[in-house]
């Protein structure tokens, strides 16, 4: 019998034509998955989990010169300054986006609904420019200190995503009930709240962590050097296989240790809800006199994070128009190949996501699982190493397409199709095997349930997918500066070459361009807090 | 007889395991209505998704006025069966209106054309000026009954109910059911409606099929599941009854309630099925019991009472003007014939 997937069928016997053998529509498990798409589930995989294989492939090769590389004092330099970013920004972070989130969805504190997007905002600009626009005005804002100072408010936003969402959605009927039970307010709060927000939290913590593990431009430019760093400098210098492979291999196993950390900290809540009722809307807390300190301290941290930057970015702007210095043909030039590169990676990260998300779907098993969580441990990994490692790679076997777009978009897709994935995950969760029957009842073929049905339901997130990837994709640094065709400038690349020589007339207008094509992600994102009911 | 409106026979389903259908056989009546009722996992889905054509059997025939839609693995596609199937849920796509939902399985042209929709809308029982809403702006009752009027627009000659009415609360149910009845009615579409509440499948349905673990244990009218079950089991299930050991010779038995008319003859040892309803209380007489404790509701009463000198409890549904109290001594007669079933 033909394994074919029940929507792409031909079209049935009529009735009074012989009926032959043929497969239907079945529950939602089935254990025939269509081989074709395991394939391509499976090649998908095999790519994402190569460019790690290739970083511990080289350090290990390289034997007795790996530890003396690896004992200097240089790697404990390094190894200590990383640890101290993560130790020092990770709980501010914690701190500024569960308190943010709490005054916000939780409180009586006015403005709601402009607090959501103007604490969300700042993932508009990324870290670097932020950190360009400080530097600019405030020299001082350097080192450890500016580096947690950046990346904090950079950062936030992370924990303040998950923790608002969770809070919004917490059902106070469970909080209600702890307080019959004998709980006082605080410790309803403790014993009932913080158990389901642990998964949200440490998730953006780990977030978090991972991004400052992976962050390049504001350390560069606060003159903080670690891993990561270090490693684009090796490159810079003249690039040593052994050297940049070992320290990327240090940063895999930070990562690793990072992920594991997380697991037993995350905790065993699920978050079910017993029975139909309708969910209690939260009682909100009331602020009463503090609700003018409150607002206070959002105004300072959206200040901070967001108008400052904005502000010295406009006035460079401002600058740079009157002064003539804006230069449009290069600024065209970089806008046109950024788009052209984040469409292209869009569509790739969205393409490769597909064959796993839809095996999901039809045919939940635990091979599609290790399929589809496989993509995400390659991307938890800074854009640093996936870059050195493709580097490393077409150096050796495919010499033709290093420095082309096709393995910039190839890192692009690695890094950040876990987007992709969710994308399409939650858009064909909206269509169940139910409607899918309901349509066939009504008579309708599997190709027309396929575009009457399956597509208007799932596009919408597929489209957002797309953004998401096209939005990372657009103000990848790292990455970029590695693997960009030859001759080929993208905003952020422009931009760093610009402001890294402190010519922050010139590198103004490509900061601009970027938090302009950035600002949907805030309309994009802040609707993942109220979708949560 | 006419060709049967649906023709079941031998039907047996796996899933690769012990059968959830073990060679079951069902005949509905053109424009009939069925209930297929039984306890929950007892395979009434399952029939009526291989009915829908979405379950490919290990065996069995599945005919509808006579054209053979299912034999064996043999499957005719749902889409061409001309079967509507409301699920429980109502399964109403989101990203469409009401009008969009009602009119999916039409021609295109007749799509356009909003006077389809109002027609089908009054039909079940719904304001058209609905027609534009959401199905997340329905109650549930409305997405049922825009479900049914889904359905309905094909005009099938089938029509499969899967639970359609349990999610629903008392009041609406019995209004949605009426309206669902009607519309029914009003095309003489052949129905199979799957329940697990014995009101619901005794009110609705002209012929109620029982089902117990994946077989049919009885398949009769309404009356006749209820008050001639073909087995003790049969019997419990669709209603309050008590079973009262006893020895039949020709029409009557003798049981712990004295003498007692038999509906069919029977000689032996016999269990004797007694509803709450065919006990009549009465004046202390020959068979007298205790009154231990009374449930009140409303219209009626059930009575818990204890025998005087036995240990047999029962129960007795009285009108609700004529209630005994606790510790009352009351005398019991059961005036109309009853039910026995061979001792095992």
């Not at chain 1, 290990?60 to 240089?74: M, V």
Request: charge should be positive; aromatic fraction near 6%.
């Amino acid at each position: 019998m033909p394994a074919s997937s029940d929507l792409r069928e031909s079209p049935a016997a009529a009735y009074d034509e012989p009926v032959t053998p043929r497969p239907v529509a079945r529950a939602r498990r089935s254990t025939r998955m269509p081989w074709i798409v395991v394939a391509a589930a499976v090649l998908v995989a095999a790519v994402m989990v190569l460019p790690v294989l290739v970083v511990v492939g080289q350090a290990s090769a390289s034997g007795d010169e790996a530890s003396r590389l690896l004992l200097r004092p240089r790697t404990a330099e390094l190894l200590g300054n990383t640890m101290l970013l993560v130790l020092l920004t990770v709980p501010i972070t914690l701190l500024l986006g569960c308190g943010a989130a709490w005054l916000v969805e939780r409180t009586t504190l006015p403005g709601a609904g402009a607090w959501r997007t103007l604490l969300l905002a700042p993932l508009a600009i990324p870290a670097f420019v932020s950190s360009y626009a400080w530097t600019s005005v405030l020299p001082a804002v350097q080192g450890l200190g500016g580096a947690v100072f950046i990346t904090a408010l950079a950062y936030y936003p992370f924990v303040f995503l998950p923790a608002a969402a969770l809070l919004r959605a917490l059902d106070q009927g469970h909080l209600d009930a702890a307080r019959s039970l004998g709980s006082s307010g605080l410790g309803a709060v403790l014993r009932v709240a913080m158990p389901q927000l642990r998964p949200a939290i440490t998730g953006g913590a780990l977030l978090v962590a991972l991004h400052l593990l992976a962050e390049f431009g504001v350390l560069q430019m606060m003159r903080f050097p670690t891993f990561t760093t270090a490693i684009l400098q090796q490159f810079a210098v003249g690039f040593s296989n052994a050297a940049g492979s070992l320290l990327a291999a240090v940063l895999v196993v930070l990562c690793v240790g990072l992920l594991a950390l997380e697991v037993p900290l995350r905790g065993r809540a699920r978050i079910a809800r017993m029975g139909a009722g309708a969910r209690q809307r939260p009682v909100a807390y009331r602020l009463g006199a503090w609700t003018i300190p409150a607002s206070a301290a959002l105004v300072a941290l959206v200040g901070v994070a967001l108008v400052v930057p904005l502000v010295l970015v406009l006035r460079w702007l401002v600058l740079a128009m009157t002064s003539g210095a804006v230069v449009v043909g290069p600024l065209l030039a970089a806008a046109g190949s950024t788009v052209g590169l984040a469409v292209l990676a869009g569509l790739a990260a969205s393409v490769a996501a597909l064959p796993a998300a839809w095996l999901l779907y039809r045919y939940p098993s635990r091979l599609a699982t290790a399929l589809e969580r496989v993509t995400y441990v390659a991307s938890a990994l800074p854009g640093v190493v996936i870059g050195l490692a493709l580097v490393t790679l077409a150096v050796q076997w495919a010499r033709p397409v290093y420095q082309t777009a096709a393995l910039a978009v190839l890192a692009y897709t690695v890094l950040f199709m876990p987007r992709a994935m969710v994308a399409w995950r939650s858009g064909l969760a909206a269509a169940p095997p139910e409607l899918l029957e309901a349509s066939r009842s009504l008579g309708l073929s599997g190709l027309g349930t396929l575009i009457r049905v399956v597509l208007p339901l799932v596009l919408p997130s597929a489209l957002t997918g797309f953004v998401l990837v096209f939005l990372a994709t657009s103000t990848e640094l790292t990455a970029t500066l590695l693997l960009a065709p030859t001759g080929t400038e993208t905003l952020a690349t422009a931009f760093w070459s610009a402001s890294d020589e402190l010519d922050y007339v010139a590198s103004a207008p490509y900061a601009a361009a970027m938090i302009a094509l950035s600002a949907p992600l805030t309309i994009l994102l802040r609707r993942q807090i109220l979708d949560q009911r | 007889m006419s060709a049967a409106g649906i023709s079941v026979t031998g039907l047996t389903v796996g899933y690769g395991g012990p059968p959830v259908l073990d060679q079951v056989d069902l005949q509905v009546r053109a424009g009939g209505i069925t209930a297929v009722l039984g306890p929950s996992g007892s395979g009434k889905t399952t029939l009526l998704r291989a009915i829908a054509g979405f379950i490919r059997p290990d065996h069995g025939r599945i005919e509808v006025r006579g054209q053979v839609l299912t034999d064996g693995p043999t499957l005719v596609a749902p889409e061409r069966r001309g079967i509507g199937y409301v699920r429980q849920d109502g399964a109403l796509f989101p990203h469409l209106d009401v009008a969009g939902n009602i009119t999916f399985g039409l021609p295109r042209a007749e799509r356009r054309r909003a006077a389809q929709v109002e027609p089908l809308l009054e039909l079940v029982g719904l304001s058209p000026s609905l027609a534009r809403r959401r199905p997340d702006e329905l109650s549930g009752g409305q997405q049922q009954r825009v479900a049914l009027a889904r359905a309905l627009a094909r005009e099938p000659s089938v029509v499969l109910l899967d639970e359609p009415f349990s999610s629903l609360d008392t009041a609406l149910r019995a209004a949605t059911r009426e309206a669902t009845r009607a519309a029914l009615a009003a095309r003489g579409a052949t129905t199979v409606l799957v329940t697990h509440d014995q009101a619901e499948a005794l009110s609705f349905a002209d012929q109620v099929a029982v089902m117990f673990d994946g077989r049919f244990a009885q398949i009769d009218s309404p009356a006749g599941v209820y008050g001639a079950p073909a087995t003790p089991e049969v019997g419990r299930f669709l209603g309050d009854a008590m079973l009262l050991s006893g020895q039949a010779v020709g029409r009557t038995v003798s049981c712990c309630l004295g003498r007692l008319d038999l509906a069919e003859p029977a000689t032996g040892d016999v269990l004797v099925m007694v509803r709450p309803e065919q006990l009549v209380l009465g004046e202390p007489s020959d068979t007298t019991a205790s009154v231990s404790s009374v449930t009140y509701q409303g219209a009626d009463a059930m009575v818990r009472l204890e025998l005087v000198g036995q240990t047999t409890r029962l129960v007795a549904r009285v009108p609700g003007d004529r209630v005994p109290h606790p510790g009352d001594k009351v005398g019991i007669a059961v005036p109309a014939p009853v039910r026995s079933f061979p001792q095992r």
